[in-house]
């Protein structure tokens, strides 16, 4: 099968692409990737040889033509996204251009193509915010709070369309928080871990009461895969690791495994519209595709910490910017 990954050079993107190096060697795979500052060449690495690589922009129709021009796409796994609410809040704009418009324009040229699986990548993000009992199922409304959820929830609606209308053969997957190795250090568990290995203030939101349910990034990938080869056309799948935690649990868990002076902690102004609480009900998926979470989140954040702790100079790349100077 030949597989076109956006967004292959990200974070879940690039686990996803060394999954199926490891996993599915007969099959070709053809990462697409505009390389923003969330794309990084070093993240494809190890399995540069094994992946066909290609800078291109999802808003671009002559990009894509060109790509669907040159190989016969049997599949499209879409991860090319702005995914940072932080940044959402200071330029919408560009979350609805890339998220939407971008997704748009993916779905027009994998239909054109006639490509005969198209799986969307999402966030449990778009259902909005939890209180403090409850999980999200798959039927659960579409209630996004963030310029970043409300764009990915318009680009899973306009997924959902081009199944209704045209008949694609497509698949929504929503996610809980993904952790892991190669997370780029804007979000809360890489920021905690770089910051305090560089004895830097380890800044939490508000009271630090949020609560998170926690997957780790393979987890999350082989469900992913699963989808891709058996999900059924037009279902949405939830991906969770029932883990869940406050960001202030998370932090104090680093801090302790680290050894470092718990003052670096520090309480900031709470972020504009933050969620307080969101959980997956992944049922489905377990039930009917066989997945299962294997990562324990002690084992997990046990070995995505020390992950950092050995691979300084991937973090120290990326923080000083030198990565956006590495090709492949």
């Known amino acids: ?19 199926l190096c490891k996993e599915h060697p007969e099959d070709t795979i053809i990462v697409f990737d505009k390389l923003t500052y969330a794309g990084n ?65 993916l779905l027009h040229a994998a239909k054109k193509a006639d490509v005969e699986k198209y799986v969307q990548v999402s966030t449990d993000e778009v259902y909005g915010s939890l209180g403090e009992t409850g999980l999200f199922t798959e039927q659960s409304p579409l209630e996004p709070n963030s310029p970043y959820s409300a764009s990915k929830a318009g680009a899973d609606l306009l997924a959902r369309a081009y199944y209704e209308t045209y008949g694609m053969n497509i698949n929504i997957t929503r996610c809980s928080n993904n952790y892991g190795p190669y997370h780029f250090p804007e979000k809360l568990i890489p920021l905690m871990v770089t910051n305090a290995l560089q004895n830097k203030s380890l800044p939490i939101y508000g009271d630090g009461k949020q609560i998170r349910d926690w997957l780790h990034v393979d987890d999350h990938c082989r469900g992913i895969n699963l989808v891709l080869r058996t999900g059924q056309p037009g279902e949405v799948y939830n991906i969770g690791g029932r883990n869940e935690r406050t960001n202030e649990e998370i932090v104090r868990r680093i801090v302790q495994t680290l050894g470092v002076s718990e003052e670096l902690i520090t309480h900031v102004e709470d972020r504009l519209g933050h969620d307080f609480r969101y959980a997956i009900d992944a049922t489905k998926i ?19 910490i020390d992950w950092y702790i050995q691979n300084k100079e991937w973090w120290q790349d990326v923080l000083s910017g030198t990565y956006r100077r590495r090709s492949l």
Not at 43 to 57: A, K, T, Y
């Open 1 to 19: 099968m030949n597989i076109v990954v956006t967004g292959g050079a990200g974070f879940i993107g690039s686990a996803f692409v060394r999954l």
């Open 41 to 105: 060449v070093n993240n494809l690495r190890r399995v540069q040889s094994s992946i066909e690589f290609v800078q291109g922009d999802i808003c671009s129709g002559a990009d894509l033509e060109n790509l669907f021009l040159k190989y016969d796409v049997h599949a499209v796994v879409h991860f090319a996204a702005e995914s940072h609410v932080d940044r959402s809040i200071i330029n919408p704009g560009a979350f609805v251009q890339t998220n939407v418009y971008g997704t748009q324009m």
């Open 286 to 304: 377990e039930r009917e595709l066989g997945w299962k979470a294997m990562y324990t989140f002690n084992e997990g954040l046990a070995e995505t």
